[in-house]
Structure formats: C-alpha cells, structure tokens
T-cell receptor, first 111, second 111 residues
Framework: GQSLEQPSEVTAVEGAIVQINCTYQTSGFYGLSWYQQHDGGAPTFLSYNALDGLEETGRFSSFLSRSDSYGYLLLQELQMKDSASYFCAVREGAAGNKLTFGGGTRVLVKP | EPEVTQTPSHQVTQMGQEVILRCVPISNHLYFYWYRQILGQKVEFLVSFYNNEISEKSEIFDDQFSVERPDGSNFTLKIRSTKLEDSAMYFC?????????FGPGTRLTVL
C-alpha cells in the first residue's frame, strides 16, 4: 500500500531550527512536495524535490534521498507565523498526477 | 498573483440533498483536481481532470460524485444525495506542471 510517515507534532522556540522528516512507500515516485497549512486555511506550496539533494528557498529548505525513500523539510530562524501544519506529499506520476499526502506535522512555535 | 478561487466558502445542507461546489482554476493551468480534508485529518485525493475528462479518481469518488468543466473557466464538483460522512473541507487545485495550487476550500456541513 501507499504510506507517508511524518511526526505528528513538533514544538520549538522562536529563532530555532526544526527538521520534519518524511518517509514514504508508494507504488510510483516522481517527486516530493511540501505544503504548509494554517488552521482553517488551504495548503500552500513550499517546495518540490524530484532529484536527490537539498533545495533552499529562503528560510525553508527541503531534502530528498530517493534511495532511502526519505525527505525532510528544514525550517530555520523560526517565527511565530510558522506555527502551522506541514504536509509532505508524493506525486507518483508525471505532471497532472495526484498528490498523496502524509498525515501532517503540527509545528508549534513558542516565544 | 493568480490564484484558485472557490465558492461558496461554507455550505450547509441536509442529508440526501445535492450540492455543487464551484472552483475557478488559474487561467493557464491544464490540470484540475478535487481533494477533501476531514477535520483534523490529512488531505485526500478525489479526482483529477485533464483535457475535459477525468484522468484519475480515488475509491472515495464513487457514483455520488461527478465533475464538470462547463465553460472555459469553471470547474465543479457535484455530490448527489449527500451523507453525513461527506462533511469535510473540499479543496480545488490546479497545476501547469509540478506545483499544484490550492484554493481556499469549501467547508461542507451535512446535517
């Protein structure tokens, strides 16, 4: 079957660094995406990795190891507004293919 | 910045009634999707749509569901004979390539 595993909750203080791991088991793999979702809001795209390695976008970076079926999202210089749920999602096929989401990691940033 | 829009933001209906959820995808996008999220749970894929036909659907997308692109801009999800368990947030998304952009969602409450 298909599964994406990520921690359910992480708590950290402002200015800290948080790493959210995601391991996946899917029938196909084209790429791993990360989405941020504030309570009551829509998933907002953060990053996409199709190849192994680190992608950096401002304070957020995402890493992928296809051989290990593993990726992570790194949140640096945490701010209060980063308190949200973060979902990893696998795209199993080419453009236009569905996303299969993980259960989400709730990040709570404390002052 | 272009965005996906959805109406209504909240729909309350009686069990057994039909509802139509509406979406306007980003204008130059080619692929369209519906996802749903039951409160506190992960985002689940319902259906994808390309070139005026369904390209993939999940087990959730049974005969009570249908999608339509009635004109060049709108994309609708119809749920016939709603059930209590259809209560969820329904997100429309669209994409051109790797990144799927999500709309703000319609909260459907079935009483």
């Amino acid at each position: 079957g298909q599964s994406l595993e990520q921690p359910s909750e992480v708590t950290a203080v402002e200015g800290a660094i948080v790493q959210i791991n995601c391991t996946y088991q899917t029938s196909g793999f084209y790429g791993l995406s990360w989405y941020q979702q504030h309570d009551g809001g829509a998933p907002t795209f953060l990053s996409y990795n199709a190849l192994d390695g680190l992608e950096e976008t401002g304070r957020f970076s995402s890493f992928l190891s296809r051989s290990d079926s593993y990726g992570y999202l790194l949140l640096q210089e945490l701010q209060m507004k980063d308190s949200a749920s973060y979902f990893c999602a696998v795209r199993e096929g080419a453009a236009g293919n569905k996303l299969t989401f993980g259960g989400g990691t709730r990040v709570l940033v404390k002052p | 910045e272009p965005e996906v829009t959805q109406t209504p933001s909240h729909q309350v209906t009686q069990m057994g009634q039909e509802v139509i959820l509406r979406c306007v995808p980003i204008s130059n996008h080619l692929y369209f999707y519906w996802y749903r999220q039951i409160l506190g749970q992960k985002v689940e894929f319902l259906v994808s749509f390309y070139n005026n036909e369904i390209s993939e659907k999940s087990e959730i997308f049974d005969d009570q569901f249908s999608v339509e692109r009635p004109d060049g801009s709108n994309f609708t999800l119809k749920i016939r004979s709603t059930k209590l368990e259809d209560s969820a947030m329904y997100f429309c998304a669209s994409s051109l390539a790797n990144e799927q952009f999500f709309g703000p969602g319609t909260r459907l409450t079935v009483l």
